[in-house]
């Protein structure tokens, strides 16, 4: 991302020590590509069609892996911003559980962050600790 366009990791309102956190968490992951984040999947392969029964969350779960790799493909900087956004909101307090868990990779955490979302915005009347089966 162009530092003219660069979210509020640069914003001076924020605490040095956010920065410094922020810029901790920036320098230890490099940019993630399509091929990097299908070793990342636990359920998506590139299969065509799901291999898991539905309605099950592995089936949930692939088809969300597989919405994320897509649109990492036509849109090479969408997991970053996805990443900077995390960064962002665990520098401010506003993450709790795997989000927070440093035994987790950062890269790992920005898929939980991302499929959380998606769930959310398209799955609203399931549970909503449906993330914690991932």
Known sequence: MP???SSSICDSSIPTGQNIEQSRLRQMHP???PEKLLTLFKYYHQEEICPFERPSNSAL???GEKW????CVCHPDFFQKFRDDLINAIANGHCT???VDETLSLDQRTIIFILDLWHGKWFPYDEFDVIFSY
């Open 3 to 5: 530092a003219s366009q």
């Open 31 to 33: 940019d993630m590509t």
């Open 61 to 63: 779960w692939w088809y």
């Open 68 to 71: 994320i790799h897509n649109h």
């Open 97 to 99: 559980g795997p989000l």
